[in-house]
């Protein structure tokens, strides 16, 4: 496995700016972000970037100018921008796969030429984004009829992981744009209660199956294909030609598709260089370019390469990913943070931070370096959160009075989306808890400040909160199908930068294999009594009784 990204085999930890950085955090000691602002009344307007349609606010984090000096200094040790470039070329820096890292490619207009291993991808981008289109557009007239003739009204998007929480995360994101005559439905858990909830008010004669998944032998998503097929096959009258009417496929893997038995003529192809939690914008975003049609689906797409660009070009002291990533380091390492909180204050982003789950936590849960030695230095965080104002009268509480340094991301927007009007000055409201929220955690309640309020002195030490809390705000004027794009390539070259620092390789997923392969084994055990070599006792007994349980 040849690398040329592992900086010379310098560890991470021996670098002079990783000792300038740990010495920095020491003479930082506990540093208040009000003495900060107090010492510095510029940086509230200087912490700011914009990138496209989003302002980002990172004035309230435990960072002085020296500390993003020293940070960016360590980017540029790491090699940071070389990586950068080298992903954008299409070189392949997924090492440990051997794979072309090209999701930026998906976005690109039809004019750009990006080359794997010396032919350029582009144009098939955009004769599947093409394809993609024709098909949307069908569906949407009413033009692709069912085996029985009917229109297709409902779409079930069958996927799991990067196949499914793309298209169902952007499918909320982007409701106020969707074709409200059509009925949505995204199936992923291997759990029959899945399927069964999502067609069981379902007429067949005007159901669509979208079967996605990247290698196409997903046991999940070949077992819930298997079922759904089955179910449109019991309401059509078992005739097996109502599959090509009522399945298509996304997939880089033709032989299983046509395995499977979906003509490969209604397949949707996309490539091994674009990573499963890198995909909704390839053909695995099929659903949700139904739901909102071609036309918005390019906005979004026109949304991640502006902010490709911005990642490409912008300089480091204006770089937004880059620095959302650098602040990412400093506190996993220097402030020992676990975590990561995104709060969304919309509602219609109330996925949005599951699917940066798979985003981050897939690409950087590593422990290994990309040359294979074991890491010293804190890698990706715990990443978390719900919509607010609901998480404020749950978790909140932690956030603020708790002992734990939980870096937060804001995510809001000035208008709320046309079609909902303004009842009540419910997004006054609404903004009113984000901004609230950033300046609690950041500059708390003294004691001082309590006890002169004559809360009773046995009382002030709980009605203080420490503040000091860090937080970035993101504000867009409004939500729209670009600003998703601009949102989602930004975590996404976040997650890179990180990976970038850390040394890691952000784009394979080895992680997941063990549990898939011993649930494989297991089955067996449950369904037949079937002996498993090698069962520790603790699980042979849980097996055991599951076995009593089920009556076998
Ligand atoms: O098991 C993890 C994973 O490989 C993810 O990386 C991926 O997004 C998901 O499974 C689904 O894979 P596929 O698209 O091949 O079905």
Known sequence: MSDKH??????????????????????????????????????????TVQVGDLYLDYAKHLVTDETLQLLRELARARGVAELRDAMF????????????????????????????DGAN?????????????????????????????????????????????????????????????LTFRFVSNVDGADLHEAVRDLDPAETLFIVSSKTFTTIETITNATAAR?????????????????????????????????????????????????????????????????????????????????????????????????????????????????LPYSHYLSRFTAYLQQLDMESNG???????????????????????????????????????????????????????????????????????QGQALAFGKTAEEVAAEGVPAEQVPHRTFRGNHPSTTILAAELSPSVLGQLIALYEHKVFVQGAIWGIDSFDQWGVELGKVLARRIEPALTEGADVPGLDASTAALVGRYRTLRGR
């Open 6 to 47: 592992t900086h010379g085999g310098t560890r991470l930890d021996q670098t002079p700016e990783w000792a300038a950085l740990a010495k920095h955090r020491e003479e930082l000691g506990d540093a208040q972000l009000r003495g900060l602002f107090a010492d510095d009344p510029g940086r509230a307007e200087r912490y």
């Open 89 to 116: 070329r299409g070189e392949k820096i997924n090492n440990t796969e051997d794979r072309a890292v090209l999701h930026t490619a998906l976005r690109a207009p039809r004019d750009a030429v990006i080359e794997v």
């Open 121 to 181: 991808v582009v144009p098939a981008v955009h004769a599947v984004l093409d394809r993609m289109a024709a098909f949307a557009d069908s569906v949407r007239s009413g033009l692709w009829a069912g085996q029985t003739g009917r229109r297709i009204r409902n779409i079930v998007n069958i996927g799991i992981g990067g196949s499914d929480l793309g298209p169902a995360m952007a499918y909320e994101v982007l409701r106020p744009w969707t074709d409200r005559s």
């Open 230 to 342: 089955q179910w449109l096959l019991d309401g059509l009258g078992g005739a097996e030609s109502a599959v090509a009417k009522h399945f298509v496929a996304v997939s880089t893997n033709a032989a299983e598709v046509a395995k499977f038995g979906i003509d490969t003529t209604n397949m949707f192809e996309f490539w091994d260089w674009v990573g499963g939690r890198y995909s909704y914008d390839s053909a695995i975003g099929l659903s949700l370019m139904i739901a909102i049609g071609p036309e918005r689906f390019r906005e979004m797409l026109a949304g991640f390469h502006l902010v490709d660009e911005h990642f490409r070009t912008a300089p480091p002291e204006a770089n937004a990913p880059l620095l959302l990533g650098l602040l990412g380091v400093w506190y996993g390492q220097f402030f020992d943070a676990q975590s990561h909180a995104v």
């Open 366 to 436: 590593k422990s290994v370096d990309r040359a294979g030695r074991p890491v010293d230095w804190q890698t990706g965080p715990v990443v978390w959160g719900t919509p607010g104002t609901n998480g404020q009268h749950a978790y909140y509480q932690l956030l603020h009075q708790g002992t734990k340094t939980i870096p937060v991301d804001f995510i809001g927007f000035a208008r709320p989306v046309a079609e909902l009007g303004d009842l009540a000055g419910q997004h006054d409201l609404l903004m009113a808890n984000l901004f609230a």
